[in-house]
T-cell receptor, first 116, second 110 residues
Framework: DTAVSQTPKYLVTQMGNDKSIKCEQN?????MYWYKQDSKKFLKIMFS???????INETVPNRFSPKSPDKAHLNLHINSLELGDSAVYFC???????????????FGPGTRLLVL | QKEVEQDPGPLSVPEGAIVSLNCTYS??????FMWYRQYSRKGPELLMY????GNKEDGRFTAQVDKSSKYISLFIRDSQPSDSATYLC??????????FGRGTSLIVHP
């Protein structure tokens, strides 16, 4: 059973379109994250939710809107896609919001987004 | 200067070699240090976790933290082709999301 799953795995779309990426975790974790990994492999935090509440919102264009319908799901909706949005987007989860201390983050397999 | 610096490589070694991967950082408040392994087209997975300074060993892997020099290392003994991956260091202050290095690509050839 996959612990953190994402759909779709690949997404190719035109500039200006709106798209969504879905994430689900079956670990019973309270905290979920979205990361962006660019072509140079830098992994940067975008958002973090704890029990469906937004706790981290880094400097990300407001075209990106996370939504957490319940604590097992964190979806990412992107409006008006731009070329620079092309990257791999990773979802992750941890037992609590203290990720980086004793709480390990578990990552999904990633969604490869290509904007043409 | 980025908060966490890591040479992207690639680092190419023969099978059986001892591999040394390193990161430097600038934030002296970092207390928690992690190494993640990321295979091609997969998500990162936690390999080693260390709190504060010192060494930690797990099988063929040893993590070292030198807070005085702001320098962390991951050693891999008897490297195998299956160790070929990108290794990302990450570090954090308590209650914060980790800051990641850009990863070092390791290639172990038979």
């Amino acid at each position: 059973d996959t612990a953190v799953s994402q759909t779709p795995k690949y997404l190719v779309t035109q500039m200006g379109n709106d798209k969504s990426i879905k994430c689900e975790q079956n670990l019973g974790h309270d905290t979920m994250y979205w990361y962006k990994q660019d072509s140079k492999k830098f992994l940067k935090i975008m958002f973090s939710y704890n029990n469906k509440e937004l706790i981290i919102n880094e400097t990300v264009p407001n075209r990106f809107s996370p939504k957490s319908p319940d604590k097992a799901h964190l979806n990412l909706h992107i409006n008006s896609l731009e070329l620079g949005d092309s990257a791999v987007y990773f979802c992750a989860s941890s037992r609590s919001e203290l990720a980086g201390s004793k709480e390990t983050q578990y990552f999904g397999p990633g969604t490869r987004l290509l904007v043409l | 200067q980025k908060e966490v610096e890591q040479d992207p490589g690639p680092l190419s070694v023969p099978e059986g070699a001892i591999v040394s991967l390193n990161c430097t950082y600038s934030n002296s408040a970092f207390q928690y240090f992690m190494w993640y392994r990321q295979y091609s087209r997969k998500g990162p997975e936690l390999l080693m976790y260390t709190y504060s300074s010192g060494n930690k060993e797990d099988g063929r892997f040893t993590a070292q933290v030198d807070k005085s020099s702001k320098y962390i290392s991951l050693f891999i003994r008897d490297s195998q082709p299956s160790d070929s991956a990108t290794y990302l260091c990450a570090m954090s202050v308590r209650s914060s999301v980790p800051t990641f290095g850009r990863g070092t690509s390791l290639i172990v050839h038979p």
